[in-house]
């Protein structure tokens, strides 16, 4: 079965530093997608960034970046300059090829200390 | 404009009673879905819709029936409310299953 996982159930960090969180899928094809959302407590699902499997440059939305490793099957967020407003639950998503449907990660709270 | 909207945001209600939750999305999206997440925020996929088809069902309770009476609307109604169906219930819209999905702000289903 194809899965999404997220490994670390927290993560805390300094304002105004870098932090990175960690995901890794599973799958059998060849081209694919890969997203990470942002859940606040406000509960909205926001979509931060996404990866196209061919491409080899790892994709960025300004303070935000991938760090995609495709061998390894895995898909990291790195999350620069952190602000308050990014706390939340940050989740990691692929779709599954034939089965139409985006599977998630369990996913990771971020807190980020004044 | 709301790209994806459903309604009610909260919906509090007794054990054994039958609620509906409406969206619609104005995207022009040919699929749609509906998650549920739990009280550990984990996001599990309920039903996919694709132009007014069902797609998957992924072993949710027949109390649960979605329709879709255009591709622009997935609604969700339940029948017989339990305790463990409180939750998030998301809709979500996308323009092709492989793209990433747009998501409705929740429906906080409590059932006492």
């Known amino acids: 079965a194809q899965t999404v996982t997220q490994s670390q159930p927290e993560m805390s960090v300094q304002e105004a530093e870098t932090v990175t969180l960690s995901c890794t899928y599973d799958?059998?094809?060849?081209?694919?997608?890969l997203f990470w959302y942002k859940q606040p407590p406000s509960r909205q699902m926001i979509l931060v960034i996404r990866q196209e499997a061919y491409k080899q440059q790892n994709a960025t939305e300004n303070r935000f970046s991938v760090n995609f490793q495709k061998a390894a099957k895995s898909f990291s967020l790195k999350i620069s300059d952190s602000q308050l407003g990014d706390a939340a639950m940050y989740f990691c998503a692929s779709p599954i090829q034939g089965a139409q449907k985006l599977v998630f990660g369990q996913g990771t709270r971020l807190t980020i200390n004044p | 404009d709301t790209a994806v909207s459903q309604t009610p945001k909260y919906l509090v209600t007794q054990m054994g009673n039958d609620k509906s939750i409406k969206c619609e999305q104005n995207?022009?999206?040919?699929?749609m879905y509906w998650y549920k997440q739990d009280s550990k925020k984990f996001l599990k996929i309920m039903f996919s819709?694709?132009?007014?088809?069902?797609?998957i069902n992924e072993t949710v309770p027949n109390r649960f029936s979605p329709k879709s009476p255009d591709k622009a609307h997935l609604n969700l109604h339940i029948n017989s409310l339990e305790l463990g169906d409180s939750a998030v219930y998301f809709c979500?819209?996308?323009?092709?299953?492989?793209?990433?999905?747009?998501f409705g702000q929740g429906t906080r289903l409590t059932v006492v």
């Open positions: 819709y694709n132009n007014k088809e069902l797609i």
């Open positions: 799958t059998s094809e060849s081209d694919y997608y």
């Open positions: 995207l022009g999206h040919d699929t």
């Open positions: 979500a819209s996308s323009p092709r299953w492989v793209t990433e999905a747009f």
